[in-house]
């Protein structure tokens, strides 16, 4: 089983919608939680951190649920320029970090 | 602006000719970060710095190796690259002085993308 899995997609929705990415991890000793951004051909963009059980930024909501080990990403009134990769990152200690494959949405006019 | 510099954006080198990927930093953190990253696949950690210690991850091939002359700049070698070697290479940063709730956080570079023919 890999460390943090999500569905690859892709996550074909229209503009305005509201979109929802779920990420699990195995490891329980996982501390501190992120997702990153990615557009094609470009490197990770940190998105939004998670520490405690659920970060807003605008029209982004992060949550974490501990018990059943996952996050999920909640994107609403979703934008053309949201297009990209998501990254679910994982922090665990001593500089170890994990990243999932990500999960590719494509928003469409 | 602070920032995370890649040089080559591209690189292509030939089987087996060695090749050297530099990273520069000017956010002062003290942790550096090589990571590989092949297409539609997740970046994985091949070795960090901490300040000047090197940590190289278990499964990392003996074929990378990597340089830390000072804070601000790291290098990544490819003493023999296959053409599995092919890849994004994305060097990024973290500091232990951001505070309990930003060390963690991760900058990256723009990576260079090498091509092994």
């Known amino acids: 089983r890999k460390e943090v899995e999500q569905d690859p997609g892709p996550f074909n929705v229209p503009e305005g919608a509201t979109v929802a990415f779920n990420c699990t991890y195995s490891?329980?000793?996982?501390?501190?939680f992120f997702w990153y951004r990615q557009d094609c051909r470009k490197e990770p963009k940190l998105l939004m951190s998670?520490?405690?059980s659920g970060n807003e930024d605008g029209r982004f909501t992060a949550q974490l649920n501990r018990a059943s080990q996952y996050i999920s990403l909640l994107i609403r009134d979703s934008k053309l320029s949201d297009s990209a990769t998501y990254l679910c990152?994982?922090?665990?200690?001593?500089?170890?970090?994990?990243f999932g494959a990500g999960t590719r949405l494509f928003v469409k006019a | 602006d602070a920032m995370v510099i890649q040089n080559p954006r591209y690189q292509v080198t030939q089987f087996g000719k060695p090749v050297t990927l530099s990273c520069s930093q000017t956010?002062?953190?003290?942790?550096m970060y090589w990571y590989q990253q092949k297409s539609s696949q997740a970046p994985k950690l091949l070795f960090h710095?901490?300040?000047?210690?090197?940590?190289n991850e278990a499964d990392t091939p003996d074929n990378f190796q990597s340089r830390r002359p000072n804070t601000s700049f790291c290098f990544l070698d490819i003493r023999s690259p296959g053409l599995g070697d092919a890849a994004m290479y994305l060097c990024?940063?973290?500091?232990?002085?951001?505070?309990?709730?930003?060390?963690?956080?991760?900058?990256f570079g723009p990576g260079t993308r090498l091509t092994v023919l």
């Open positions: 490891n329980s000793a996982s501390q501190s």
């Open positions: 998670v520490y405690s």
């Open positions: 956010l002062n953190h003290n942790v």
């Open positions: 990152v994982l922090y665990t200690g001593g500089f170890k970090t994990i």
């Open positions: 990024a940063t973290s500091s232990d002085d951001a505070g309990p709730t930003a060390r963690d956080t991760q900058y």
């Open positions: 710095y901490y300040d000047k210690d090197f940590n």
